[in-house]
């Protein structure tokens, strides 16, 4: 929806630009020679100079009347990814500066006729600009986002950056709204942790399941129970009737544990090893969505998400992962407790941490007891190496690139750690 251009109160939104406060400093500094030295030829050039002073914010203050809106192309996108923002204006009224930059620019074949527009990303400001157009019509701007640093960003709002003929005075003026752009991790491609679950015990009719999804464990006396239960070869044996009692297989799915504690990073290169394993994360969980399998994300600072079997949608996880920062909070014990806690236990589950975390597989102890598969990723300065500690496979990798290698290498394909 359109935004016209406000009138700020007063002189808010004007500032002098460098020749401005030349010409300001120029002017003063002739009235008070003019008065010192009594030589009025000085007073009357300074007076000149006041005057293009007043005319450039009178200019400036009969400015354009529009309406803007701004548009992103798409509101995420990977780290590193191509992403810009689409802002139009229609002019209602083209104003003084527009009109007398159109005349001075005319029939010389050159003179910017239009005005700047500027884009606040994030911390960051993109600059494009508009070319004056007549009433009426509405002119498109396109602005190239920057992508570089994963985060949630504001876009916006854009403010049109007018300039007198004279270059003395700039005015900012508001005129959309904001927008988010939400930069996801960087995802590199591996495969989800393989399920070598077992079946525990074998059904006596031959194997086949006990009901649907059921893994059979063992029999008891019929007591008003679904007679498709009904063990009919133990029965004829026992003399009485007996159905079999199944339970639920563990769900194959992997949990994915994202430490966010600053201090589990090495010193001297803590952003870039946690930037790191927020991208490993983020591939974990992208390959298991991808192949359809059920995933867990959470992180030690208390987010989590579950994406369940076949939904194929990673997305509400690498929003949390696009969102997340370092912390001083060390939680990973807590979160370890809450995988191992599960109602439905996984299959696999992930400690991404950093090298400076020693005893990261001590802490998963407990979890490999009772889970299949454990991993401990640590990623940030160090060789990159894989190696069983207890019944927990450990990978130290110096980026997210080699980490999913090794995990690639030793959890997906079975190549022997030492």
């Not at 008003?224 to 029965?235: E, K, P």
Request: hydrophobic share 50%; proline share 5%.
């Amino acid at each position: 929806m359109g935004v016209a251009f406000p009138r700020p109160p007063g002189l808010a939104g004007f500032a002098l630009t460098w020749a401005g406060r030349t010409l300001l400093a120029g002017g003063a500094a002739g009235c008070v020679t003019a008065y010192v030295l009594a030589y009025p030829e000085l007073a009357v050039l300074a007076l000149a100079v006041w005057l293009v002073l007043a005319g450039a914010l009178a200019l400036l203050l009969i400015g354009p009347a529009a309406g803007a809106t701004l548009s992103l192309d798409t509101n995420r996108v990977r780290r590193g990814m191509a992403a810009s923002a689409v802002v139009t204006v229609h002019e209602t009224r083209r104003g003084a500066v527009g009109v007398i930059l159109q005349k001075l620019g005319r029939g010389r074949g050159r003179g910017r006729r239009g005005f700047a527009v500027d884009l606040p990303v994030g911390t960051r400001l993109v600059t494009g600009y508009v070319r004056a157009a007549p009433a009426g019509q509405v002119t498109t701007m396109t602005i190239a986002l920057p992508t570089a640093v994963r985060g949630v960003h504001t876009v916006g709002p854009a403010a049109a950056s007018l300039l007198d003929p004279f270059g003395a005075l700039r005015r900012r003026i508001g005129l959309t709204t904001t927008e988010t752009l939400i930069v996801h991790p960087e995802v590199h491609d591996t495969s989800p942790a393989p399920s070598r679950r077992r079946v525990g015990h074998a059904d006596l009719d031959g194997g086949r399941a006990a009901g649907a999804g059921l893994a059979f464990v063992s029999v008891r006396e019929y007591v008003q129970d679904d007679r498709r239960q009904v063990h009919w070869r133990l029965s004829a044996h026992a003399g009485r009737l007996m159905v079999r009692q199944g339970v639920l297989p563990p769900e194959s799915a992997t949990a994915v544990v994202l430490d966010t504690c600053a201090a589990s990073y090495p010193a001297g290169e803590r952003d870039s090893a946690f930037e790191a394993a927020v991208d490993a994360a983020a591939s974990l969980v992208v390959a298991s969505a991808a192949a359809g399998a059920s995933v867990h994300l959470l992180t030690t600072t208390g987010g989590a998400i579950d994406i369940s079997r076949g939904r194929m949608d990673p997305t509400p996880a690498l929003d949390l992962l696009a969102a997340v920062a370092p912390s001083e909070q060390d939680s990973v014990k807590r979160a370890l407790h809450t995988v191992a806690q599960a109602a439905r236990r996984p299959s696999a589950a992930v400690l991404i941490t950093g090298t400076a975390r020693e005893k990261a597989s001590a802490e998963l102890f407990g979890l490999s007891q009772r889970i299949e598969t454990v991993v401990v990723m640590r990623i940030g300065a160090g060789m990159n190496t894989a190696r069983h500690v207890g019944r927990t496979i450990e990978l130290d990798g110096r980026d997210a690139a080699a980490a999913v290698l090794a995990w690639d290498r030793i959890v997906v394909h079975g190549a022997g750690a030492r």
